[in-house]
C-alpha cells in the first residue's frame, strides 16, 4: 500500500473498508450511507454543548412569542350592572337608557308611555298595545296630588328619550282612586284597582318635556 494510501486509512478508516466492501459486491449506496453516518456523528460531538443548548432555547422563545402559534386572546369585556336606587319612599328605581333631550323637574308637564305589571311579572296595564306595537302616550303632570307620588319621583330628574323601571310600594302607589295615571276604560281601570293594595312594577320611557 502505498504513502497516500496509508495516510487515508489513518485518516479515514472507513476509506479501506468501504474500498474492500466495493470488490466485494456491496452496492455503492451502502457506502454512501456509512460516510453520511460517520460524518454525522462527528459534526454532533464537535459542536459545543452551549451553543447548542442556546439554539433550542432560542428556537423554543420563538415559538412561544410567534403570532401563528399563540394567537392573542380576545379583550373580554364585563357586563355593565344596571344600578339600583332605593329612594326614602320605598321605591327602588333603575336606570335602564339615559335620555339626552331636557330633564324633567317638579311641576313639569310630561308626555309618557308606561308599562305596568304586578311584582311577579303578571301584566295590568299599559300605554302600548302588547299585539300591534302602537302607543298612546298619557300626558301627565308631576304633581303627586295628581298622579301616584312613586311615579312621580321615577319622573323627576328623567331626560327626554331616557327610560326607567321602578317597583313602587303601596305606600307611593294609588292610595286613592283619582290618582293618575288610570285608564278611562272600566275594564282596565277596575284590573289596576284591584291590585291598588301590592306593589307594582311601572316600566316608563320619557317622550317629552311640555
Known amino acids: 500500500m502505498g504513502t497516500l494510501a496509508i495516510q487515508a486509512s489513518l485518516l479515514f478508516p472507513c476509506a479501506s473498508k468501504s474500498s474492500s466492501s466495493i470488490k466485494r459486491g456491496r452496492p455503492n449506496g451502502g457506502v454512501s450511507q456509512n460516510l453520511h453516518a460517520t460524518f454525522s456523528s462527528v459534526t454532533v460531538k464537535r459542536l459545543p454543548r452551549r451553543t447548542l443548548l442556546q439554539f433550542i432555547g432560542f428556537s423554543s422563545m420563538l415559538l412561544h412569542v410567534n403570532p401563528d402559534f399563540a394567537a392573542p386572546m380576545p379583550e373580554m369585556k364585563e357586563p355593565e350592572a344596571i344600578r339600583t336606587l332605593k329612594l326614602a319612599s320605598g321605591v327602588r328605581i333603575q336606570e335602564i337608557i339615559e335620555g339626552e333631550g331636557p330633564e324633567a323637574s317638579e311641576g313639569d308637564i310630561v308626555q309618557l308611555n308606561y308599562v305596568c305589571r304586578r311584582s311577579?311579572?303578571?301584566?295590568?296595564?299599559?300605554?302600548?298595545?302588547?299585539?300591534?306595537?302602537?302607543?298612546?302616550?298619557?300626558?301627565?303632570?308631576?304633581?303627586?296630588?295628581?298622579?301616584i307620588k312613586g311615579l312621580k319621583e321615577v319622573l323627576v330628574g328623567m331626560k327626554v328619550g331616557g327610560k326607567r323601571r321602578a317597583l313602587i310600594p303601596p305606600s307611593a302607589g294609588y292610595i286613592n282612586e283619582n290618582l293618575k295615571p288610570i285608564p278611562d276604560e272600566f275594564g282596565p281601570r277596575r284590573s289596576l284597582l284591584s291590585h291598588a293594595n301590592e306593589p307594582l312594577i311601572f316600566e316608563v320611557q320619557l317622550l317629552k318635556v311640555l
Open 120 to 147: 311577579n311579572g303578571y301584566f295590568v296595564h299599559s300605554t302600548v298595545d302588547q299585539l300591534s306595537g302602537e302607543s298612546a302616550p298619557v300626558i301627565l303632570p308631576l304633581d303627586e296630588n295628581k298622579i
